[in-house]
């Protein structure tokens, strides 16, 4: 009788191996992905969007508009704001397609939606002479 205790044991230690064996994913179906969540709802490097992203800002500040250049899909929505207390335009050039905005005054924001691809180069009408008053949006 004392035999059959450790085999009984060597049974039971067995099957729940077994058991534990059968949880694991079978070809058919894949296991749960171990990625984290944030990886999951980002978007691939590279990938092309269908949907304009998500409205940008250009700061004015000390007679620069920062940033100089700023990439953002078709139909984007930049709002450009007047951080300098002298007043500013964001006019378009070298063929640029966008409509102006003609003045802001210090504290005051303007929005232009970039429609049309290519680079939209724009400068401040009343400061074209100054370097950083020269800046462009690239639509790919």
């Not at 949880?23 to 691939?44: D, H």
């Not at 920062?66 to 002298?86: I, R």
Request: proline share 7%; aromatic share 6%; charged share 5%.
């Amino acid at each position: 009788m004392t035999q059959s205790r450790p085999t009984r044991l060597g049974i039971l230690v067995g099957a729940i191996a077994l058991l534990a064996g059968c949880t694991s994913a079978s070809p058919q179906q894949p296991a749960a992905s171990t990625a984290p969540a944030s990886a999951a709802t980002t978007a691939p490097t590279g990938a092309a969007t269908s949907a304009p992203s998500s409205a940008q800002t250009v700061t004015i500040s000390n007679f620069t508009f920062s940033p100089a250049t700023l990439t953002v899909a078709k139909g984007t929505t930049v709002t450009f704001t007047n951080n300098d207390g002298a007043p500013h335009t964001v006019t378009p050039e070298h063929g640029a397609t966008f409509t102006a905005i003609s003045n802001l005054n210090a504290g005051q924001s303007g929005t232009v939606t970039f429609n049309t691809s290519g680079e939209q180069d724009y400068f401040c009408t009343y400061h074209q002479g100054m370097a950083g008053m020269h800046a462009k949006v690239i639509v790919p």
